[in-house]
């Protein structure tokens, strides 16, 4: 079965310094990644995802994260966060087969409370 | 567009009580997922709807967990009877596929279940 580590369950960090959230993913013949978003009192979110091309995908707001398929991760990352960012963040893991057609079903790992500090 | 929409958005009962959970998924998504979520981990998928049959319910605790989308719209969840391990958040998520690809799944605010 697919399974998902976040391997931070709290990270604190300063007003514009730089963030990584790290996530890796079991092995699997495709996958598709996700990074959701929880902001307190709301609902889950999209982030951004990769399913396909550049390794390299970014969101709207400033984050970026890099499919590295030999090291099975998925890094979040963002150069410079703002007091706006503390959440929640879950990264999630949808599996294909050899053919690349999903599942469906998304794998969660267990979120990393991001904080930021002025 | 409307997004997915859940009730109640909180519920508290006593063990070996009874509960359901409604959800309304995005207009047109034929796909929709229940996602239990217990205070610290990440959601855990309970059950995959392809319009109203069940593509995947390995992780549903069928002894007292059922859920059912009759008319492959809206879906309900119950509990009966429910134990305090069932304490948690409980999210439906709706999504399109196109092709062999699903795409994003849109999530509700979710309904959290307080078992006392």
């Known amino acids: 079965a697919q399974s998902v580590t976040q391997l931070d369950s709290q990270v604190p960090v300063f007003e514009e310094a730089p963030v990584e959230l790290r996530c890796n993913y079991s092995s699997s013949v495709s996958v598709y990644l996700f990074w959701y978003v929880q902001y307190p009192n709301q609902g889950l979110q999209l982030l951004l995802k990769y399913l396909s091309g550049s390794t390299l995908v970014e969101s709207i707001n400033g984050f970026e994260a890099e499919f590295n398929k030999s090291q099975t991760s998925f890094h979040l990352r963002k150069p410079s966060v703002h007091i706006s960012d503390t959440a929640e963040y879950f990264c999630?893991?949808?599996?294909?087969?050899?053919?690349?057609?999903?599942?469906?079903?998304?794998?969660f790992g267990q979120g990393t409370i991001l904080t930021v500090h002025p | 567009e409307a997004g997915v929409a859940q009730s109640p958005r909180y519920k508290i009962i006593e063990k070996r009580q009874s509960v359901a959970f409604w959800c309304n998924p995005i207009s047109g998504h034929a796909t929709l997922y229940w996602y239990q979520q217990i205070l610290g981990q990440g959601p855990k998928l309970l059950i995959q709807f392809q319009n109203n049959g069940v593509v995947d319910d390995s992780q549903l605790p069928k002894d007292r967990f059922s859920a059912e989308r009759l008319k492959g719209v809206d879906s309900t969840l119950k509990i009966q009877p429910a134990k305090l391990e069932d304490s948690a958040v409980y999210l439906c998520?709706?999504?399109?596929?196109?092709?062999?690809?699903?795409?994003?799944?849109?999530f509700g605010p979710g309904t959290r279940l307080t078992v006392l």
């Open positions: 998520a709706s999504t399109l596929r196109s092709g062999r690809v699903y795409n994003e799944q849109f």
């Open positions: 999630a893991v949808s599996t294909a087969n050899a053919g690349g057609t999903s599942y469906g079903k998304l794998t």
